[in-house]
């Protein structure tokens, strides 16, 4: 009897560990993020920005927003301070627009 008992329960903790791990991967949902550009025209070196949160702006001559169904909030001041813009949809520009911080609401 003991056996069975040892069993059933190792059965059961592997249907946990796995529902523990659908869960998981099932969450993993893509994160809108914003591209960042060092040189002129959207060229040069690259960063990205995908947390939630705030983030600073590591280069000022290009953006590029991918919309993946969380908006964001641009910021003329790091630490998402100062004059705002919400972005809600894919969106690019190249060119220093003063845009210093992001904020992605998630």
Do not use: H
């Not at 600073?56 to 908006?71: K, V």
């Not at 004059?83 to 627009?97: I, K």
């Amino acid at each position: 009897m003991a056996a069975k008992c040892s069993a059933t329960s190792a059965a059961a903790a592997a249907v946990a560990i796995l529902a523990v791990v659908a869960m998981a991967i099932g969450s993993a949902e893509a994160t809108s993020y914003l591209t960042m550009w060092a040189g002129p025209g959207c060229s040069g070196n690259t960063a990205t920005a995908g947390s939630c949160g705030c983030s600073d702006l590591q280069f000022y001559n290009g953006q590029e927003f991918s919309y993946q169904g969380q908006t964001a909030t641009l910021y003329t001041e790091t630490g998402c301070a100062g004059t705002s813009y919400l972005v809600f949809e894919d969106t690019q520009a190249c060119g220093d627009f003063g845009w210093r911080s992001i904020n992605i609401d998630c």
